[in-house]
């Protein structure tokens, strides 16, 4: 099926499930409280997390004992900044389509155990972020010396794509939906690949289909480079996409 047409010191977050904004505060589909702000990162392992895993798919055992399934995605409605704090939904903040409250929307996720860490949300997952956000975004989410470290590696061989209007190499994003790419199994890394969680967000958990919100839903689709979670810091990381341009220069020194 396809997609066409239309140690580390851990920062922790993460809510219930709800749906497609459709005004101020967004349909939902669950709980969408939270207990506050940013909090002050708290001590992980250097196996923490302990490796990739599908929130989506459910599968018992996929993660060891004492760890849960938590999505390393921050996607939100019309690429705003994830609400996960304020709850709002305004021009900045947008309802999180694949963590948070939704997390089990996501087909991308780390095995991760909190070590009963408190959370500023209430299922106890780290706060997911975008590595390739701003510095001031991610110095907003994640909190200011907190850094946003992905936990997987794009394939450089299926998930990037030519961008016809710069002639350059870059990471597969929804947008790039029908024209580049057809989503499904076309990339490695790519999010809901076959657009099933972005039916049931875009129908607020089986409702009424709400096609501008399954629009907006496959364009905030992305590969691994766009995927993390607020840690302290993490190595430097190349675009691996990026190198293979032929005037790459190196990021990390």
């Not at 790039?176 to 790519?190: A, E, R």
Request: hydrophobic residues 25%; proline residues 8%.
């Amino acid at each position: 099926m396809r997609i066409v047409g239309v140690a580390l010191l851990l920062v922790m977050a993460c809510t219930d499930r709800k749906g497609a904004d459709t005004e101020a505060e967004g349909t939902e589909t669950g709980d969408t409280s939270d207990t506050g702000g940013p909090t002050t990162p708290t001590t992980g392992e250097l196996e923490n997390p302990s490796g990739f895993c599908s929130p989506a798919a459910e599968a018992p055992g996929a993660c060891p004992a004492d760890y849960q399934c938590c999505s390393d995605d921050p996607a939100t409605t019309q690429g705003r900044l994830p609400n996960y704090f304020s709850g709002k939904v305004d021009d900045k903040y947008g309802v999180p389509i694949f963590s948070g409250a939704n997390n089990v929307l996501s087909y991308s996720g780390q095995c991760v155990d909190n070590g009963g860490n408190p959370s500023p949300l209430t299922n106890g997952c780290p706060v997911p972020c975008n590595p390739t956000w701003s510095e001031a975004q991610k110095a907003e989410i994640c909190g200011v010396g907190s850094a946003c470290c992905s936990f997987q590696t794009v394939d450089p061989v299926k998930d990037c794509e030519l961008d016809p209007n710069t002639g350059r190499w870059r990471s597969a994003r929804g947008s790039d939906i029908p024209n580049l790419s057809t989503w499904g199994d076309q990339h490695t890394t790519n999010q809901d690949p076959q657009g099933a969680s972005c039916l049931i967000f875009a129908t607020g958990g089986g409702g009424i289909l709400d096609m501008e919100a399954l629009k907006d839903c496959y364009m905030q689709l992305t590969v691994a480079d766009q995927r993390g979670f607020c840690y302290v810091g993490c190595d430097c990381t190349e675009d691996l996409c990026d190198m293979k341009n032929p005037d790459w220069k190196p990021r990390c020194g």
